[in-house]
């Protein structure tokens, strides 16, 4: 058995002070994440239980004060239909063997690198990959399916359309044509969300565009003066037009990374050609759902962001690290997912 508490390494290296190291990196690969779209839920088991609701607000009977029956038969406590999921478990593994330290010089010094600084590199290299894993879900969460890195589906019910009984709707920009209006496609859009949402509030709607898309929207005849003043403003003023180019009532933002998948081939975050649009500021449409880690310390515990602990190997030669984080991002309204097409 590998010795979990590791004495030889010291307490900093037991999980509580790697959880704690893991926690506190700053990691800038989580555009979305710091949007605060989704909003985080902390459980203490494995399965998440998200409740399909009818989005549409009910109005309220008004009765005279000190009436005992206050609430309708068909509250909103009645007909509870939930779907459930298990939280994705997302580990990194490594392995610091004698010869990565022994007579290894720390980067920019003359002198030798130590356990602790190995050990840090390593946890923010961990916590880069998770956490590009976690916006690729977030990302896959807002197309209304959670993708697995090799392009699976992660299982049936991660689907939320078919998970949630939801169509989703598609709107056909029709770019290539010159004569079409695109503030009107803005607004059939932005419509089309009011409506799946209901009485949830929004107060900004935003849409993620590939790079074809986005390139196609802006130099259209009736959307090219709008971003070349746009561009000019914002230059001006010394902003960045990467931050969103708002037009139609829409922030409209170029965002399609691609980054290496866990068999070394690139991974599209979106369709070329498309794009998807959603909106902000929802009460719990999006949610982040954390789970606790899979170990024994951390059982029927609630779930922290990021856990990281290490272990010494028997013969003394090498200590093994492993980086963790348990998190569902689910859209439980798909309908205000709204796809826009090239």
């Known amino acids: 058995m590998p010795n979990i508490s590791n004495p030889s390494l010291g307490r900093e290296f037991e999980q509580i002070s790697l ?22 839920v902390r459980i203490n088991t494995t399965v998440a239980a ?7 607000t009910q109005l309220v009977l ?15 406590e009645t007909n509870r239909d939930l779907v459930y999921f298990e939280v994705p478990h997302i580990p990194v593994d490594d392995v610091i063997q004698v010869s990565d330290l022994q007579n290894v010089r720390a980067l920019g010094t003359d002198r030798l690198t130590t356990v602790r600084e190995l050990i840090q590199r390593r946890l923010t290299e961990a916590k880069t990959n998770i956490q590009q894993t976690i916006e690729y879900f977030q990302l896959g969460a807002l197309q209304g399916r959670l993708l697995n890195t090799d392009g699976s589906l992660l299982g049936p019910n991660y689907d939320f359309f ?6 989703q709707t598609e709107i056909q920009f029709k770019l290539g044509t010159a004569s079409t209006e695109t503030r009107k496609k803005c607004t059939e859009a932005t419509r089309a969300i009011d409506k799946a949402a209901g009485g949830d509030r929004v107060t900004m709607y935003t849409a993620f565009a590939s790079d074809t898309f986005f390139d ?15 561009q000019a403003a ?9 931050t969103g180019f708002k037009f139609g009532g829409i922030n409209w933002i170029s965002y399609n990374p691609v980054v290496k998948g866990p068999y070394g081939t690139n991974v ?68 205000v997912l709204i796809k826009a097409i090239l």
């Open 162 to 167: 078919n998970a949630f009984n939801v169509t």
């Open 216 to 230: 196609a929207f802006v130099n259209h005849p009736n959307t090219k003066n709008a971003y070349a003043n746009y």
């Open 268 to 335: 599209d975050f979106l369709p070329e050609g498309e794009a998807i649009i959603f909106p902000e500021g929802t009460r719990n449409i999006f949610q982040n759902i954390i789970a606790p880690a899979h170990t024994m310390d951390t059982v029927n515990t609630i779930g922290l962001d990021f856990y990281a602990r290490s272990w010494s190997s028997l013969d003394g030669q090498k200590v093994h690290l492993r980086s963790e984080a348990n998190q569902f991002p689910v859209c439980a309204n798909p309908a």
């Open 62 to 76: 008004a009765r005279p004060r000190d009436t005992k029956d206050q609430f309708l038969k068909q509250g909103i």
């Open 234 to 242: 914002t230059e001006r003023l010394g902003g960045d037009v990467r």
């Open 19 to 40: 959880t704690k190291w893991i926690n506190q990196i700053d990691v800038q690969y989580d555009l979305i994440s710091r949007m605060g779209l989704f909003k985080p």
């Open 50 to 56: 998200v409740e399909k609701r009818d989005t549409q």
